[in-house]
């Protein structure tokens, strides 16, 4: 299994669960490093403009950034980690509060896709990751769901699902894929031409496991 970089946003209510190996790499985004603080985890890097958390942090590593800027602290984080030569990412503490910055960093999942790399996102209960002309498969229960991020995605193939696609397209204005079910079995989600946004239920404690199948 490739290393990962884990990003630890601000917002984590009771959803902080990570556990990074050697060689992993771990960001606080900003208020992020509250959380790291809280869980016992030592940052191997801050960044941000730190108006949520309220000061700079005393880190091993500390980039600050101006308030006013282009880049979502998130962003900022995700793009250390590629530049560093990581490629799976997880971030938490990203789900939830301000719906504004649970779509940016929805977004943010894309930028990563579009750079050949695979994110993952963890919060109240749900896991989201986006496949870019590609496939993927796992193992859950509950309830699954697929979304066409943007404009079309060609090829769309649900397998071991209750409700199975078989080389469909899915468009961004209709929501055809919401509230699928895992069936005990290996769920495989595949794409030719486009990209899908996935999402789970699960369990925080469930997510170690989760992070190896990605």
Not at 30 to 50: E, I, K, N, R, S
Not at 92 to 106: F, I, Q
Not at 149 to 161: D, I, N, P, W
Not at 186 to 213: C, H, N
């Amino acid at each position: 299994m490739e290393h990962i970089c884990y990003i630890i946003g601000a917002w984590h209510g009771e959803d902080a669960c990570i556990r990074p190996r050697e060689g992993d790499f771990v960001i606080a985004a900003d208020g992020g490093y509250a959380a790291l603080q809280a869980l016992g985890v030592t940052a191997d890097l801050v960044v941000g403009d730190f108006d949520s958390l309220g000061y700079v942090p005393q880190a091993e590593e500390v980039v600050q950034h101006p308030v006013m800027k282009d880049d979502t602290d998130m962003m900022l984080a995700v793009k250390l980690g590629l530049d560093r030569g990581y490629r799976n990412f997880v971030l938490t503490g990203s789900v939830g509060g301000r719906l504004d910055h649970t779509l940016a960093n929805l977004q943010t999942l894309m930028y990563l896709a579009q750079q050949g790399a695979r994110g993952m996102l963890y919060g109240e209960g749900t896991v989201i990751t986006v496949l870019k002309d590609g496939s993927l498969t796992l193992t859950g229960e509950g309830v699954l769901s697929v979304f066409c991020l943007s404009g079309e995605a060609r090829g769309v193939t649900e397998q071991g699902l209750l409700y199975g696609l078989d080389n469909a397209v899915m468009v961004s204005g209709y929501p055809i894929g919401v509230s699928n079910e895992f069936t005990g079995v290996p769920a495989t989600i595949s794409v030719t031409d486009g990209t899908l946004i996935i999402l789970w239920s699960a369990e925080k404690e469930a997510l170690p496991g989760i992070i190896e199948q990605l």
